[in-house]
């Protein structure tokens, strides 16, 4: 049955299966891109599903081919071209990843296509995470000229180590399922069209359970993440703003338009 706090979303749309709550990123002609509207929707739909009185396990997905393809390009160029914009997005952008790690609701990720940039930290926070065998994941940040400061240098070393971390967070290379899963960056890699079979079991197994211990069960290893994210989320938000001001940041944004490769300086 939906509820009456869904209305208030344009960018998100929920799916109900029994006491299952699935919020869809829901803009698949731009493969789910946060935009600033869907950025504060992120912000609060989690405090809304913590309330939600009809479910006691969360699904995140994306609509269409997408998970999500991270940082909307039009917000991209207008921060590119007045770099002081972001700082209105930072309040946000610490609330969409503390309130989805403070969520006691257990959160499962179905990575259905690709999760790039703040759309691979909003999969890796979540508890756990199915991702088909056709998906792509990564953080990009690099590309464009940007530090990875939305979450990506916060969650990465906790799910596969610091080296591996650094390396996938300063190349920005995109990863397979297969890859994903063997280094433990997401716990299940599975063919796509057995995706929804594999993320309903795991479901069904967790609704059948003791509600209360699960919960409680994840708010304790939340809590050591959630210190180690309040850091690193201040530090990367704070570096992330420096290089919104770089000259390669401009660059990155005027290379994607031009359709060409970006020539960095270092400046």
Known sequence: MKEAWEDAYTMLRF??????LTIVLDDPERLNAVNPAMHHELARVFLDAADD???DIIVLTGAGRAFSAGG????????????????????????????LLDLEKPIVARINGPAVGLGATLALCCDVSFMADTAKIGDPHVAA??????????????????ARAKEYLMTGDLLDGSTAEKIGLVNHCVPAGE???HVDAFCDRLAAGATRAIRWTKTVANAELKRIAGAALD?????EALSVHSKDHGEAVDAFLEKRRPNFTGE
């Open 15 to 20: 799916e109900r299966r029994g006491r299952i």
């Open 145 to 162: 000229g940007l530090v990875a400061g939305d979450g990506g240098a916060a969650i990465w070393p906790q799910l596969v180590g610091f």
């Open 53 to 55: 009185a009809g479910s």
């Open 72 to 99: 909307d390009l039009v917000r991209m160029k207008e921060v590119a071209r007045a770099p002081a914009t972001f700082l209105s997005d930072l309040p946000s952008a610490k609330r969409v990843i503390f309130s």
């Open 195 to 197: 995706l929804d079979q």
């Open 235 to 239: 530090a990367g938000l704070a570096y």
